[in-house]
């Protein structure tokens, strides 16, 4: 009988520790700021990517506008 | 309309990411809050698949550096280089993201720890690997970025190793259960980032292989007027 009291004794002296802990607290509070500026980060890194693609689209222009000179220079030569 | 006049790859791509990516994110606004991390729990949904994803594409360019070294074939290359490229963007958000968590979560931006070292010597040696293979088109310039990449990849397993074996990182795997929203929004989150990484995969290819074509072409115009 004594055993039994003790024990519920001690389950109840656990939750009274762990419930508001483990349900409603966040330990880390605050963030916010911290999360857009990952999220911003994530869409900046796509677009400088697509930048650089547009970059070497335009170099590849260039140089086909060259290569296409060089050829209808040659045409003309012949 | 369009759809009936292009029925390219990159297309559809685009279409799939355009619903996937907001989405994603919806799902990922909707997840509740982690009980002990807050709202900085949230930069998990993105570092998490782009980590592995990095991983992956790293991996990759280096597997494709191998067999360009064996082969000697140019195509092994340009997949190696767009390969890595792609990994290296997302391994400079994890870098990041990664910090701004840590921050929150441990109160500094970086931990020299295990994982976060070997992250961090993978990231420098694929730089160098990317500084060197912008640097020429020579056989010679593209045989030691190979080797650079091979040098990269070491890493990986390392980083796999700090993780599962050596228990020695903060930043170990297991014990997270996850509330089954948060485990869909990072399901969707996951779709979206692989769909992104292909959509970039796809048109870095298209680039990449239009600027090898006038290399070669314009390496032949400086032959013949030599």
């Known amino acids: 009988m004594n055993d039994n009291i003790e024990m519920v004794t001690k389950i109840n002296t656990i939750e009274q520790i762990y419930t508001p802990v483990t349900l409603h607290k966040s330990t880390i509070q605050g963030g916010e700021t911290m999360v857009i500026v990952a999220y911003s980060l994530f869409f900046l890194l796509i677009m400088g990517y697509l930048l650089l693609l547009t970059r070497r689209v335009v170099q590849i222009k260039k140089r086909m506008n060259r290569i296409n000179k060089y050829i209808k220079h040659g045409e003309s030569n012949e | ?226």
């Open chain 2, 1 to 226: 309309m369009f759809w009936k006049r292009d029925h390219h790859p990159i297309t559809y791509l685009i279409l799939l990411n355009t619903i996937a990516l907001p989405v994603a994110l919806y799902k990922i606004a909707i997840a509740p809050k982690e009980q002990t991390m807050g709202i900085i729990q949230k930069i998990f949904y993105l570092h998490m698949p782009l980590a592995v994803l990095s991983l992956l594409l790293l991996l990759g360019g280096a597997i494709f550096s191998v067999a360009y070294l064996i082969k000697r074939k140019n195509i092994f290359d340009r997949f190696a280089t767009l390969s890595i490229e792609v990994g290296m963007l997302w391994a400079t958000f994890v870098l990041i993201s990664g910090s701004i968590w840590a921050k929150k979560a441990w109160h500094a931006w970086w931990v020299w720890e295990p994982r976060l070292t070997f992250v961090l010597i993978m990231w420098l040696t694929f730089g160098v690997y990317l500084i060197l293979r912008r640097s020429g088109t020579g056989d010679q310039t593209k045989k030691i970025s190979a080797i650079f990449a091979l040098l990269g990849a070491i890493n990986i397993p390392l980083i796999h190793i700090s993780v599962h074996r050596l228990k020695l990182s903060k930043n170990q795997k297991g014990g997270m259960i996850l509330d089954p929203q948060m485990k869909e929004a990072l399901l969707y989150s996951f779709i979206a980032m692989i769909l992104i990484t292909t959509l970039l995969l796809f048109l870095g290819n298209q680039v990449s292989k239009k600027m090898a074509h006038t290399t070669l072409l314009q390496e032949k115009i400086a032959e013949e007027e030599s």
